[in-house]
Nanobody
Framework: QVTLVESGGGLVQAGDTLRLSCAAS????????MGWYRQAPGRQRELVAS???????TYADSVKGRFTISGDTVKNTAYLQMNALKHEDTAVYYC?????????????WGQGTQVTVSS
């Protein structure tokens, strides 16, 4: 069973930076993709950023130019560097990992980490 452990959330002011980490354990294989979704109160969960095993990065339009995702296929760990944070980035951020390309959607989820940006 694969387990994802997230870290790095917190309370910051607008314009500050945060770095989220997500470590996947329990698989002998490297991830196919890892990334983060986020969910703000009263809103649907949305994809923030993802990175695949080849290093291809994908971002939501709202975070392009501010967030950078990176991944380490040896450690099965992903990082999300969040710069120039805005109040609207406030949400619970959920890490995910895909290890089985035959299964639709994210295979595994982290426990979620709260990011709060005060304006």
């Amino acid at each position: 069973q694969v387990t994802l452990v997230e870290s790095g959330g917190g309370l910051v002011q607008a314009g500050d930076t945060l770095r989220l980490s997500c470590a996947a354990s329990g698989s002998i294989y490297s991830y196919i993709a890892m990334g983060w979704y986020r969910q703000a109160p009263g809103r649907q969960r949305e994809l923030v950023a993802s990175v695949d095993s080849g290093g291809t990065e994908t971002y939501a339009d709202s975070v392009k130019g501010r967030f950078t995702i990176s991944g380490d296929t040896v450690k099965n760990t992903a990082y999300l560097q969040m710069n120039a944070l805005k109040h609207e980035d406030t949400a619970v951020y959920y890490c995910y990992a895909d290890f089985d390309e035959l299964l639709p959607g994210p295979d595994y989820w982290g426990q979620g980490t709260q990011v709060t940006v005060s304006s």
